[in-house]
């Protein structure tokens, strides 16, 4: 979730790459093992060894847990729900040097299961189409690693180099043929600013050097995936002493897809080749087309089957975390056969608890927390979502525009109570750029008034400053003010700690139904501060009246 930590998808789905290959180690160990030895030290570490290879299997599929089907998207949760507003071009801290377009492919263990959530090879296709062709350009946090757009794929960043190859796994690898000679020619120059984009330990030039001999590694089964070659013949020096090499006679800059394929004078009916069968040695051959060749290779396999060892959790809500009077929450789990069971108590759910049909109605705070169990009766994770009711029927009008990756659960999350913590990505605070803060409470009926204030982060390390000082003025109409208060900041803004600071003040007591506070933004950031020159940004999260 992304109240655990930041660039949460990004983590999520690397650490199930992660947890995959922890069970493949597992696996490999308990080959030497013997499982029915006598000895029953050996039996105990082989048992331990599969029982890790079982646990790390089931966590490799949590990827699962951020897909949603409605978008085709992995997208961040919260309280339980999917983040909203999105928009999957945007770049946000739920990425790491992405957005949702380049990490929603990035389920590299599981491919064709990846594929099934798309529902099947034609969405799959569709959903790859999307990415290399949409209009949408990048937005949100600026990062210097995302270059060498096509559509939103971005080349010059590595979890992107893969996906063009994924075309082989629908029944259209002329497109991985198309894109990757795209890419040969167009993000790699022979000029000082030739490379696209960030060369990571040489994965850059690795790209190059494999696409440009028609194949590349797709981790993580030593596969080489067929592309299109670029050059008349490639000789591989293999280290076992044979020989491995790529021929293309009739490559060209116009002949760029292939027409068929053969391996050691063999018809190659499907577009990839293992690693064992490229150290035996021998020949790759193309032949080229200027057109695609749909009958290059036989369709791809079937990928109707599931994990039926792994149920996703099931997403709660909406992630909104405060209501006012009453609230539906719907539950979904993309898991198939499978049902919801939830609870309104806090208390854990089992078989025995309510069964998910429709949408729950709340009316006071309430913490729902819910399993899905599939047709095996494997049980997945507990999501737990609590939304608060708010007490009263206060609302906010603000002047200022709030950032969209920092909306703090829209403008009633300044006056609904839940605080935010020095993370700032957590999802509680707004924050505002290059502008003052403003914004006005409606108590509704005139009230007595007698603290005043607000709650504000600093993390320069982060472009978030204290405001410079901050201005409380109250109003019977909201037309005619009259300051209250007038509260300094005492953080210097060279402090880099991150730091969380409620600033209020007692006034005389005062009536009335209108409480505008402004907050001054520091402006441009110093001289001395690596983003010296840029917008400053203002922190809040809550508008504090008593």
């Given amino acids: 979730s992304m109240e655990d930590e930041n660039e949460s998808v990004s983590k999520t789905l690397e650490y199930a790459y992660d947890d995959w290959c922890i069970a493949q ?5 308990l080959s030497f093992e013997d499982i029915n030895s006598k000895d029953a030290a050996i039996r105990a570490k082989a048992k331990s060894y599969g029982a890790d290879m079982t646990e790390f299997g089931r966590r490799s599929h949590a990827y699962e847990n951020l897909f949603d089907p409605s978008t085709g998207f992995m997208r961040p949760k919260k309280n339980g729900g999917f983040v909203s507003p999105f928009a999957p071009s945007e770049v946000t801290f739920n990425y790491t040097e992405g957005n949702a377009w380049v990490y929603s492919f990035f389920a590299l263990q599981d491919i064709p299961n990846l594929i099934r959530l798309h529902g099947g090879k034609a969405g799959f296709e569709k959903m790859l189409d999307g990415l290399f062709t949409t209009t949408d350009k990048l937005t949100g946090r600026e990062q210097p690693d995302i270059t060498g757009l096509i559509g939103q794929y971005a080349h010059g960043n590595e979890p992107s180099h893969h996906i063009a190859y994924l075309y082989n796994s629908t029944d259209a690898p002329w497109k991985t043929q198309k894109y990757v000679r795209h890419i040969l020619d167009d993000f790699y120059k022979p000029t000082p ?11 850059m030039s690795a790209w190059y050097v494999l ?34 090499v790529v021929r293309a006679k009739n490559v060209s800059a116009a002949n760029m897809y292939v027409a068929s394929a053969r391996l050691d004078q063999k018809r190659l009916d499907r577009p990839e080749l293992s690693f064992a069968e490229m150290m035996k040695g021998g020949v790759l051959e193309f032949d080229m087309s200027p057109t695609p060749v749909l009958s290059a290779y036989s369709p791809a396999g079937y990928y109707g089957e599931y994990f039926k060892t792994f149920t996703a959790v099931p997403s709660v809500g909406d992630g909104r975390r405060t209501f006012q009077g009453s609230l539906e929450v719907p539950m979904q789990t993309i898991t198939p056969n499978s049902k919801i069971y939830f609870t309104l108590d806090g208390s854990e759910p089992t078989e025995r608890s309510m069964l998910y049909i429709q949408p729950v109605k709340i009316d006071k705070t309430t913490t729902v927390k819910a ?74 009926k005139e009230t007595e008034i007698k603290k005043v204030g607000g709650g504000f982060l600093q ?68 001289s001395w501060h690596p983003g010296a020159g840029d917008d400053a940004f203002i922190f809040v999260d809550e508008i504090i009246i008593q």
């Fill in 193 to 203: 600013d030739g490379l696209i984009g960030n060369e990571d330990c040489g994965q």
């Fill in 211 to 244: 696409s440009a001999s028609g194949i590349y590694p797709v981790p993580p089964f030593g596969i080489f995936e067929l592309g299109t070659p670029l050059f008349k013949e490639v000789k591989f020096n293999l280290e076992n002493g044979k020989t491995f």
């Fill in 371 to 444: 399993l899905a169990i599939n047709e095996r009766g494997v049980r997945s994770q507990v999501a737990s979502a609590t939304y608060n009711l708010i007490p009263n029927n206060w609302t906010v009008s603000i002047a200022s525009k709030y950032n969209r990756q920092y909306t703090g659960g829209g403008d009633a999350g300044l006056i609904d109570g839940i605080r935010g913590t020095t993370s700032f990505a957590s999802g509680e605070w707004q924050g505002y750029q290059g502008q003052d803060f403003v914004a006005t409470v409606d108590l509704q």
């Fill in 25 to 29: 180690m597992a696996l490999q160990l």
């Fill in 459 to 526: 993390n320069a390390g982060s472009w978030i400053w204290m405001p410079t000082h901050i201005a409380i003025e109250v109003s019977d109409d909201n037309v005619n003010f009259r300051q209250v208060a007038d509260i300094k900041t005492d953080i210097a803004p060279t402090d880099m700690e991150s730091k969380v600071r409620d600033y209020t003040q007692s006034i005389a007591s005062t009536r009335a139904r209108f409480v505008r506070i402004h907050a001054y933004n520091l402006g441009k950031i110093p």
